[in-house]
């Protein structure tokens, strides 16, 4: 489980190469960026980021975001490809 505070971005946008990962939003608001694509997210939203895809998530609520998050199969850090360099589009 991850709070991202309001305002915050989850930084670095990242990647799995060797597997996929679920989020569930269970309280707030914001938007994900998922391989280029920008979506709202809410309380109840279920994201799929397939294996590969840069991906990051920005609370743009007012309240802390909680967020699950599910990996297939389990990781660690050590499996992240870390793209700094990628941020939302203005």
């Known amino acids: 489980m991850i709070l991202v505070a309001p305002g ?3 930084r670095a946008a990242h990647s ?3 597997g ?3 989020i569930y939003i269970i ?3 914001g938007r994900v960026l998922v391989a280029g694509e920008v979506s709202p997210v ?3 939203t279920t994201v799929l980021f397939p294996q590969g895809a840069v991906h990051m998530l920005h609370n743009t609520g007012t309240e802390e975001m909680k967020v699950v998050c ?6 660690s ?3 992240y ?3 700094e360099d990628v941020d939302f589009p203005e």
């Open 8 to 10: 915050e971005k989850v």
């Open 16 to 18: 799995h190469p060797n």
């Open 20 to 22: 996929e990962e679920i």
């Open 27 to 29: 309280r707030g608001s």
């Open 42 to 44: 809410r309380e109840g």
């Open 70 to 75: 599910f990996f297939a199969p389990s990781t």
């Open 77 to 79: 850090l050590e499996n």
């Open 81 to 83: 490809r870390m793209h």
